[in-house]
């Protein structure tokens, strides 16, 4: 038996091997006319005898062929051969038929690669399986009382481990830094199993009350704030004014478990300055974390979920803030499963998107070879004709096919590639000062996915076309010309149905981007320009009222003497970030509704804001005065309403000295607040809404720790800001920057959602549109092709090529045209859905519709009249002389 | 006479036999294992070209032989094939099997003293 190494070694070498035997069989030759020679037989005769003595050659040849030849792999390469060739004679076919898959696959994989680790990747660590996520009341905040519960009174879990981010101020080499950090339980990195790559990880002797205070950096914070610097273990900071020690920098890979925010450095639960009070109430309606635990090795995700909820039902008997806290357990994966529904959600959607394209884009093709087989038919019947089996005829057709599909694939993974990289270039900036970014590797599983879509398209484009065209009753096939090909009425029906497609994209594409347009023209009430927007947040000092008042009137004291700030303000919420709160508020002499539905009418946002804040937004006070140093937190509470709300609550009055409460939405209603002032009406939450009732209260009688400063300056807002820091420093050193950036980014930020979907519908929009134009393209010049010759005989009977052409381009415009009707109706009831993200620009914008006809009809129009234009100028009498 | 066996006469097992005993003593290329065969048949067997180079290529592909391009001794270049150690082996058990055979076959064709005549 050959081995099949041998077998495959002498395959390749075939060539090789047909040269050297016939060198061996040249020599064999020589020896034997050599010894007739010397047995004394002429040169001539030797040389003959000699010849003939080898019998014949080519069938020795062929019988040694068979040990090196292998017959699929031979015809599976002369397949490909021939493919290649074919491929490589109509490049025109090749680059269209290219193009469209590698859109259509590049688009899935890209959608693919970004769904993949999202639906895959776990949470980080050993053994990762069984992890689990606990959740509380469906949200990720257990309370920390009852995380205790679990963790001690679990059998189902081998270990509980708990997290909370914690904004904190670190104070390096006298610098403040803003840090976004972690307290974390003891056997936090056990439990996921992390070591860490300097130093040490936490242990649970850190994580107990009077332990130093110790902190874990992570890799990127190591790398950018202290410079990779090796000897970092040991070395002190200062985190929210106490003395730390740096004990160790996790590893690189490791960017712990509340993607997609990471935290700059951890510290324990017990920490100094960190420690939660023992107070007990605190910790049973206080303080929450983020749970993860781990399962021992016997036990489910069920019997975790059984457990737990048994004691969850435990504690509600004993502790009545507990009643109607469910718990729930989820397997443990990296991205929250709230977040992971939803980002799943939307890219489901947009893989539907894809699939669609992906799906239209094959079925052109498959028009493409039924249009190309049916012109072939002459070949293949000959072929047939001279013995060709038909399985080798839909092998070889198929093997076109799949050099194709495999061409686009690799053309798909650049475009995907290409896009990963478009997509990365993109990022936003957050409120809270992160960076989203949507950061794509195509690796290993985007490939075996492409892959997957090569041989699925191999099937859809070529098994149904190359048996069609396998079959042909012979004797027509060889006598076939092209004008016996079939109409192919339906191909033209699935062209019209892309145009369509094309329509609704094109239209929900310039709606959206016209709404883009129009936004920019909104007023939104006050002005942003040369405002700098600065987030600080002193939650960890946890200030009264009283102390908190005072101090933001101290930094903004100290901020204004600062010769480029024209006035300075601070603000719990920014407008136009998507960011808004709303209280239950009744006029002094309404009564407690008593209907549900009456809570809307009497809902009303809110923002707590320090003086000066109209003056720096330019928000005109239209009566009355703005908030003083009066209004402090020992004084009566006082509020400034806007124009909308005044209408409301007082529609006939001055609503100047009226008084209005908070309800809390049961039976009870807060202090008398006075109405001191009254202010023009703005948008608060984004550009699109409606005009809202709205009241402002001061901060230093609603008093929130994080804040941002608004600042007008003078000159360009972030020339402000090393001026900014020193005087800062010199103010309170352990203050820290949040973030800062010029307000006008970010009340860009609510115009984020549709820039998103104005960019995908165009960019998939396009899309379409190119592969109907190929499409419209693909059906004209077959329908020229099949009536070649009937055009020839116009021509030659005197019709003038204009009329000829006009008539090519006139069918193809009119099913445009009912096309394009089709996708406007369709289009309509798109946008009007997605009305909420419009400003200002209805849902059948005629500016927009106008707009996708006339590029519609305009590309069609192209691709129907450049090979149009190819019949009427067909010399009729090479035309009917050519079959 | 000189008996020409065609590849129809002579069995594919007996052919490679040969070819492996003719290699024991040493290497050789194809020509000289044909005349080797045949000198040392003293003229009774004689190799066609057409079934000894299958034969030998196929012997390669199995591994019994292995071949190697050299100058012969007239300073040409020629494929020369030697024995290997599964060769050998194979050479042993082909050899017992053939000598069985042959002492068979000579049992049954000698007249037996049971039968007369």
């Known amino acids: 038996m050959i081995s099949f190494v041998r077998r495959v070694q002498w395959w390749l070498q075939r060539r090789r091997k047909e040269d050297e035997l016939r060198e061996e069989l040249e020599f064999h030759r020589s020896e034997e006319a050599h010894q007739r020679r010397a047995d004394g037989m002429s040169e001539d005769e030797a040389r003959w005898t000699a010849h003939r003595d080898l019998g014949n050659t080519n069938i020795l040849h062929e019988d040694v062929r068979t040990l090196w030849s292998w017959a699929p792999l031979d015809q599976t390469a002369q397949d490909i051969r021939y493919a290649l060739r074919t491929l490589r004679k109509s490049p025109g076919f090749t680059a269209t038929a290219v193009l469209t898959l590698a859109l259509g696959i590049g688009v899935n994989v890209l959608i693919f690669s970004v769904a993949y680790p999202i639906l895959t990747t776990r949470l980080p660590g050993v053994d990762s399986e069984r992890l689990v996520r606990i959740y509380e009341s469906r949200t990720s905040n257990v309370f920390y009382a009852d995380y205790e519960a679990f963790r001690d009174r679990t059998r189902v879990l081998e270990g509980v481990a708990a997290s909370q981010f914690e904004g904190m101020s670190l104070r390096l080499d006298d610098s403040p830094h803003h840090a976004i950090g972690m307290v974390v339980s003891g056997n936090y990195f056990q439990l996921l199993g992390i070591e860490a790559q300097l130093g040490r990880a936490l242990l649970a002797s850190d994580d107990t009350r009077g332990a130093p205070g110790a902190a874990v950096l992570s890799d990127r914070t190591w790398r950018n704030r202290f410079g990779s610097d090796p000897g970092v273990v040991g070395r002190p900071i200062i985190l929210n004014g106490q003395p730390f020690t740096i004990v160790g920098v996790a590893p690189a890979e490791f960017v712990g478990t509340t993607v997609p925010v990471s935290p700059e450095l951890w510290v324990a639960w017990h920490a100094p300055g960190f420690a939660p009070s023992n107070d007990d109430v605190l910790r049973r309606r206080g303080r929450s974390a983020q749970v993860i635990g781990r399962l021992k090795p016997e036990h489910t995700v069920r019997d975790a979920q059984a457990d737990l909820g048994g004691i969850a039902a435990v504690l509600a008997e004993s502790y009545p803030e507990n009643v109607g806290r469910s718990v729930s357990v989820y397997d443990g994966f990296l991205v929250f499963p709230e977040l992971r529904a939803q980002a799943l959600g939307f890219l489901a959607i947009l893989l539907m998107l894809t699939s669609l394209v992906l799906v239209v884009a094959c079925v052109n093709l498959a028009g493409l070879q039924l249009a190309r087989g049916a012109a072939r038919q002459r070949e293949i019947g000959v072929r047939l004709a001279l013995g060709a089996g038909r399985g080798r005829l839909i092998r070889q057709l198929v093997a076109e096919s799949l050099l194709l599909s495999v061409l686009s694939a690799a053309a798909g993974i650049a475009c995907a590639v290409a896009g990963a990289q478009l997509l990365a270039s993109w990022s936003a900036v957050l409120p809270g000062g992160q960076t989203l970014t949507v950061a794509t590797t195509i690796g290993w599983d985007a490939l075996v996915f492409s892959a997957a879509l090569v041989i699925l398209t191999t099937t859809l484009v070529g098994l149904l076309p190359a048996s069609r065209a396998s079959r042909p009753d012979i004797v027509t096939a060889i006598h076939s010309t092209p004008a016996t090909g079939p109409r192919l009425r339906s191909r033209t029906f699935v062209v019209a149905a892309q145009l369509s497609l094309t329509t609704v994209l094109l239209v929900l594409a310039s709606v959206l981007a016209r709404s883009l347009l129009e936004a920019r023209d909104i007023d939104p009430g006050f002005s942003a320009d040369g405002v700098l927007s600065v987030s600080i947040d002193v939650s960890s000092r946890s200030y009264s009222r009283e102390q908190g008042g005072q101090y933001f009137q101290e930094l903004r004291d100290r901020v204004e003497r600062l010769p480029s700030v024209r006035s300075v303000s601070l603000a719990e919420l920014v407008p136009l970030t998507l960011s808004g709160r709303s209280r239950l508020v009744l006029r002094d002499d309404q009564a407690i509704p008593t209907a549900a539905a009456d809570r809307e009418s009497v809902m009303v946002y809110t923002n707590n804001v320090s003086p000066r804040f109209f003056a720096t937004l330019g928000i005109t006070l239209l009566a009355g005065r703005d908030f003083d140093s009066h209004d402090r937190a020992d004084r009566p509470d006082v509020a400034i309403v806007n124009e909308t709300m005044a209408r409301r609550y007082w529609p006939d009055n001055n609503p100047l000295g009226r008084h209005f409460r908070m309800w809390d939405g049961t039976d009870a209603v807060g202090p008398p607040i006075e109405v001191i002032g009254l202010a023009r009406d703005s948008k608060y939450v984004s550009l699109g809404e409606d005009q809202r009732p709205f009241f402002y209260r001061p901060l230093a009688q609603a008093f929130a720790p994080d804040v941002t400063m608004l600042m007008t300056t003078i000159g360009e807002p972030l020339g402000l800001l090393p001026a900014l820091r020193s005087e800062l420093r010199t103010f309170d050193p352990d203050l820290a920057l949040v973030s800062a950036a010029p307000l006008i980014g970010q009340t860009r930020i609510s115009l984020l959602p549709v820039q998103v979907a104005a960019s995908v519908a165009m960019a998939l929009g396009l899309v379409v549109l ?98 149009a234009r190819r019949a009427a100028y067909v010399d009729p009498m090479v035309a009917l002389r050519c079959e | 006479m000189a008996k020409i066996l065609t590849r129809i006469d002579l069995l594919r097992g007996t052919l490679d036999l040969l070819i492996l005993r003719t290699l024991l003593p040493g290497p050789s290329h194809g020509h000289a294992i044909a005349k080797h065969i045949q000198r040392t048949s003293e003229d009774l067997l004689k190799v066609e070209t057409g079934s000894l180079y299958p034969a030998l290529y196929r012997l390669e592909a199995k591994g019994w032989i292995a071949a190697s391009w050299e100058l012969s001794d007239k300073g040409k270049r020629a494929r020369y094939y030697r024995i290997t150690a599964k060769g050998r082996k194979q050479l042993d058990a082909e050899q017992s099997k053939w000598d069985a055979f042959a002492r068979a076959m000579g049992l049954l064709l000698k007249p037996g003293r049971e039968e007369g005549r």
């Open chain 1, 770 to 867: 190119g592969l109907a134009a190929i499409g419209t393209y693909g059906v004209t010049a077959y329908d020229v092709r099949r009536r070649t010759k009937e055009l020839a005989i116009r021509v030659a009977l005197g019709a003038e090529a204009r009329d000829v052409v006009v008539g090519l381009v006139r069918d193809r415009m009119w099913w445009t045209i009912a096309a394009l009707v089709g996708g406007l109706g369709v289009g309509a009831v798109a946008s009007s859905i997605l009305s909420t993200l419009l400003y200002g620009v209805s849902s059948v914008d005629p500016m927009a519709f106008a707009g996708v006809a006339l590029l519609l009809c305009g590309t069609a129009f192209v691709a129907a009249w450049w090979p």
